[in-house]
């Protein structure tokens, strides 16, 4: 009998330690592979980490593994030292981090197999042989016809385009061996197209900088006005590296960005790439990730969890509007997709390719320390540059849903020349609050410190934090009156507004509420595709990234809650979004005009925005981020806790203060806290936080070591949990 030997194993708990069990077999066991193993009354699955002839437990009390799930292993050598990197460097447990790297399809007990191809081919190809099925068995006579004509063999789906019953007359021809088959790897290869658009001066540019160092690791960031021809770059690049046989991972922050994307890399490509995002299947997403992996697709195209796909010749990793918060995963295992991305590049010694035009202020400071490669495209190859933002006074104004006189009149304006409409307003529903006119009750959420928001559609009271709905009270709950209103606007409202003021307009409206997958989005936006007259409402799903060239008139209803909000990022957001907005406008044969309503036309930051760009704009806001010592010219660090009491949850962050405050150079951190989180009572539960600020990244991460083990020991529970938010993106 062998000797037993003893594995390490990553299991999916939120425990800051791996597991260990006993391997009895003599096979080769290799890091990465899956294990059903047995744990407590049942069963998990663990990826093997590493394996040992000796261990620090008695041996008799380590159990046996169960079962080898895997043949092969499913996560690479290098995607194991990322997921390490990502657990040391965001402070999350090893094993949550391991499986957030497959695919949620193999997160459980399947079995691994790779989705290859299966093609049947003659055993004899006699004609003679062939020729005797044609009476005795018209059906495999034909599907052996077609074989005899493709030597190299057919296809499932070559064989069903023959005979849709297939399956029955391939196995009577197996039984009788005249057929065969074998597992082939059916490689997609690309397809150039043969005619490309023709480059601006900026483009030819900029690829002729970027081409020659596409060897070797280096952050590219492609700072280009909207419209400006990022896409037809990115493009150029995948088809050099391409062209080297290798594969390119191609990120975007939203599915309704993909429609248009997958058009364009089709017609520049063929079918050699895959899309993974959201909408799909776990199935759909995992049959994309083990294409890719095999090498059968050479682009991998999706949103951020489409970071961890693996393959053996990654090439280069594009982020397109990097600037996006999507990119940041907010709960479970916190990452930002942009950061690891570039860390995984920096690990294969590859190229990353960043862009946006409205780039995120982290990666203006790193161009600023000359750390990135930085490159600006300040003309459209279209006729007419990104409209300017003009503002629109609505102070004593009197609104149609949401609209002054003068936005209506620049609509109608807009409609009778034929051209296209996009108005965005950040706030779904019918309206945001519901009170009584008598005695000033509001409609709460009974598990969040939020109103309830009115859907007139389903005639309900709605919250967007936790789901929690009611119907809409006949008489206030308070004092019995009867006089109970709504207030403000939602895109709903908006909606129903437009539709009946311009009847015989198309108003299509683009929101959580209507759009529930790609394919939704891709439907609902046929209209605007058409070129025919139309009006486009809608939060952020159309913000960025779409190019539609008859759209000829942006609207920004409602930004002034931006204005004040607490958040320190919130100038950044709402300038980004202005600029995103205005620029879907004037991409084609005409001008474009941008209007965005305002009650605060004297504001510094409404000021800023008719007079500079958002270079101009930026470079200010992150001289006031460094005069405050804030993000990204400091690192944030935030320990958070939620619990069934406010009380536990300060407690529990009161205990975890006092742990890093016995490290050394603790004094030389800022903390706040532990405080009650901005929205204290979110679905039923009570949070707190305790965040960290330094300028000085070691002193900070030496705090972190030094305390974090003692740190980890800290149980969480049903009653009190809590998580830290490394780089957290608001304080």
Known sequence: MPPSRFAAFAIALPLYRAFEYRIDDSEAVVAGTRYRLPFGQGTRTGVLLSVSDSTDYAAERIKPIEARLDQRPVLSEHMLALAKWMSEYYLQPTGEVIFQCLPSYLRGSRVYQSLRVKRWQLVDSDADVIDELQSRSPRQFEIGLALLRQPGGMTAAQLKQINPNWHAVVRAMESKQLLRWEWVDAAVNPVIASELPRLSDEQSAILGQIEPRLRHFAVHLLDGITGSGKTEIYLRLIQARLADGLQVIYLVPEIGLTNQLIDRVRQRFGDCFATSHSSLTEY??????????????????????????????????????????????QDGVRYHARDVAIKRAQMLDIPIVLGSATASLESIANCERDTWFHYRIDHRPTRYPPPPIQLIDVRNSRFEFGCAAPTLARIESHLAQSGQVLIYLNRRGFAPVVMCHECGWQSQCRNCDARLTLHQSLQTLLCHHCGFNQAIPETCPDCGHDEIRHYGIGTEQLEQGLRSRYPDTPVLRVDRDVISSRDALKARLQQLQSGESCILIGTQMIAKGHDYP??????????????????????????????????????????????????????????????????????????????????????????????????????????????????????????????????????????????????????????????????????????????????????
């Open 550 to 731: 008859a759209i000829t008139l942006s609207v920004v209803l409602d930004a002034d809650q931006a204005l004040f909000s607490a958040s320190y990022r919130a100038s950044e957001s709402l300038v980004q979004t202005l600029f995103q907005v205005s620029g879907r406008s004037g991409r084609g044969d005409r001008v474009g005009e941008a209007i965005v309503q305002t009650r605060f036309t004297e504001h510094p930051l409404m000021q800023a925005l008719q007079r500079q760009g958002y270079r101009e704009i930026a470079a200010d806001l992150l001289q006031e981020r460094r005069l405050l010592g804030f993000p990204p010219c400091a690192r944030a660090v935030i320990f958070r806790a939620d619990a069934l009491e406010l009380k536990q949850a300060l407690v529990k962050l009161e205990e975890i203060k006092t742990l890093l405050g016995q490290a050394r150079h603790f004094e030389r951190l800022a903390s706040v806290g532990p405080i009650p989180a901005l929205m204290t009572r979110r679905i039923g539960r009570y949070r707190a936080q305790l965040c960290l600020l330094s300028a000085d990244f070691q002193a900070l991460r030496s705090v972190l070591s030094q305390a974090m083990p003692a740190i980890q020991e800290i149980a969480s529970s049903p009653r009190v949990s809590w998580n830290v938010d490394v780089d957290a993106y608001d304080l």
């Open 284 to 329: 759909q997403r995992y049959r994309a990730w083990d294409r890719f992996r095999r090498g059968e697709v050479r682009i991998m195209l999706g949103t951020r969890s489409t970071l961890f796909s693996q393959c053996e010749r990654l090439g280069m990793i594009i982020i397109d509007e990097e600037h996006d918060h999507s990119y940041r995963q």
